[in-house]
């Protein structure tokens, strides 16, 4: 399979179905909700939906069965970016090009927004049990793994780091370790959960997290190198970890170092896969592609 044809399919299949996970905006609460559609609907790579599409269709399932799954990965990305944006965390004021939550709405709707997509997320994936497209084991396996993600020892436990660590020096260790569960867990159960969808076997499953913690970690260094050579307008997002004198792998390694770092992991991510019902074009494609974005 081809990236460049799989993923436009994927991404229509994905904002086709996320309306659909979202509470009425006509109701006396209707302004959380049309915070949650102004944050998920707004735009974005949706490249973490696309992986669970793609692991599915992979490993011989219908991605149909896994779009429920999909749609509550992005979700989830979108209730970290809301929380993220805050001005009691990165205090951003503008993503994906346009302002952030809290700036278009206000702090209060823009946490609750937040709450809510979060919470939402797991309603979606188990809807998937509820509308016959996977059996309930499979939905508890995934349920697991995105609460796992999204909890103290994935995404919540990076940010609480790098909270911790604002304006403080990080040594490489700690810095790997921050976006291993800041970004590199959704990434990561978003390969796992695509895989279980399919009803792939253990070993199967144990080689798409890895491909997926490789890619995960190189998302996250060409991100530092954008925020260090990129500006708001080209990125759509401000630029503020040098302003805030965070530790980055810029910082750290320099931008040619951290280019080569990229190119490891991009190798390392190949050959994770090769030679398994993963060994495909789409996901070399994938891993080069997240290696060579300008956004």
Known sequence: MDWNERYPEYCKRIEAALPQYLPETDTPQGKVSEAMAYSLLGGGKRIRGCLVLAMCELCGGDPESALPIACAVEMVHAYSLIHDDLPCMDNDTLRRGKPTCHIQFDEATALLAG????THAFSAVNSAYFNGTLPADTVLRCISQLARAAGVEGMIGGQMIDIAHDSQPMTPELLEEMHAMKTGA??????????LAAGAPRD????ADLYAARIGLAFQ???????????SSTLGKSTSDAQNHKTTYV?????????EMVRRLVLEADLAVKGTVLDDKLLYDLADTLAKRKQ
């Open 115 to 118: 709450d809510a997509l979060l």
């Open 186 to 195: 959704l990434i990561r159960a978003s390969a796992v959960m695509g895989c």
């Open 204 to 207: 199967i499953v144990l080689q």
């Open 221 to 231: 260094i060409v991100d530092d190198i954008l925020d260090a050579t990129g500006d």
């Open 251 to 259: 910082t750290l390694y320099g931008e040619e170092n951290a280019r």
